[in-house]
Nanobody, 123 residues
Framework: QLVESGGGLVQSGGSLRLSCAAS???????MGWFRRAPGKEREFVAG????????RYTDSVKDRFTISRDNAKNTVYLQMHSLTREDTAVYFC???????????????????WGQGTQVTVSS
């Protein structure tokens, strides 16, 4: 089970931190964040390996977002800075339990999903 939190309404240029609490087994692999903006397909945002040593970001969030994990707490975070209206979306946490280091960008490579948390950036 994955449970996201931390979404909300923020002004353009602001910051938010999303959290994803995972049950023990789900946190033993790659974890990722995806988002789905209104009228758009779900897209990969960021992912990291089991150890946290390997990360991957989509180009539009590089240098603005940081993904991290605390395995002792079974929690994954997405720190978001310099938010723009284009970041408005429902953000989903996902787990790829069969992979410890390979970070896929396709939603088909993740086998568990959270319910999503809304992030709205106002101008």
């Amino acid at each position: 089970q994955l449970v996201e939190s931390g979404g909300g309404l923020v002004q353009s240029g602001g910051s938010l931190r999303l959290s994803c609490a995972a049950s023990g087994r789900l946190s033993n692999g790659v974890m990722g964040w995806f988002r789905r903006a209104p009228g758009k397909e779900r897209e990969f945002v960021a992912g990291l390996s089991w150890s946290g040593a390997i990360t991957r970001y989509t180009d539009s969030v590089k240098d603005r977002f940081t993904i991290s994990r605390d395995n002792a707490k079974n929690t994954v975070y997405l720190q978001m800075h310099s938010l723009t209206r284009e970041d408005t979306a429902v953000y989903f946490c996902a787990a790829a339990t069969k992979s410890r280091n390979y970070i896929g960008s396709s939603h088909t490579e993740y086998d568990y999903w959270g319910q999503g948390t809304q992030v709205t950036v106002s101008s």
